[in-house]
């Protein structure tokens, strides 16, 4: 949204999605401010789980889930913006890359894989949250520890729902592609 108004003063909620994301920005605005928009979702995440793994409750992963699941849920219901946002994809991802990189990193490039083959970034976003809620469950079977379950169903579940209309559109054949321009 930031990125929206300084670049242009434009109000993105009120143009194609009406959601704050990256996608909406890359659709609304372009490459550039998309780019700006996507490091600045991502380092909401990151910041959020860097915060508490190293200085607030260093080897709680419990916490680390908590300020995960807020940064996704306050990006996507900004008090800012009359809880309005993004779907969160790259807010998790951040948060979710700093407490199991491989793993998110693994599910990031299998999301992109199939944006790339399709041209579908809410098939990629949701294949990739989902993958890497079930990685995260799986970390947490061989990590025994069920913050990781949690983390990945809550933040990958979040996700999904937040991607209702867009996975109907896709079952309708009417979603748009990567390079179509916002209405």
């Not at 143009?15 to 700006?36: D, E, K, Q, Y």
């Not at 199939?114 to 098939?123: A, D, E, G, I």
């Not at 209309?165 to 990567?178: F, H, M, S, V």
Request: contains cysteine.
């Amino acid at each position: 949204m930031v990125v929206a108004r300084v670049y242009r003063n434009v109000d993105l909620t009120a143009h194609g999605s009406g959601r704050t994301g990256a996608t909406n920005v890359l659709r609304t605005l372009g490459s550039g401010a998309a780019a700006i928009a996507f490091a600045g979702d991502f380092l909401k995440g990151v910041v959020a789980v860097v915060a508490v793994k190293y200085v607030i409750a260093p080897d709680n992963t419990w916490v680390e889930m908590i300020a995960a699941i807020a940064a996704v849920v306050g990006h996507s219901y900004s008090v800012f913006i009359g809880f309005k946002g993004g779907r969160g994809v790259v807010t998790g991802f951040g948060a979710s890359l700093v407490a199991a990189p491989l793993l998110m990193l693994i599910a990031f490039g299998i999301g992109v894989m199939l944006v790339v083959v399709t041209r579908y970034v809410s098939l990629g976003s949701v294949v990739g949250a989902v993958l890497g809620g079930l990685l995260l469950c799986w970390f947490a079977y061989m990590q025994a520890d069920p913050a990781w379950a949690m983390w990945g169903v809550l933040v990958g579940g979040f996700i999904v729902v937040a991607h209702r209309d867009n996975i109907e559109r896709l079952l309708a054949g009417t979603e748009r592609k990567l390079g179509e321009r916002a209405l």
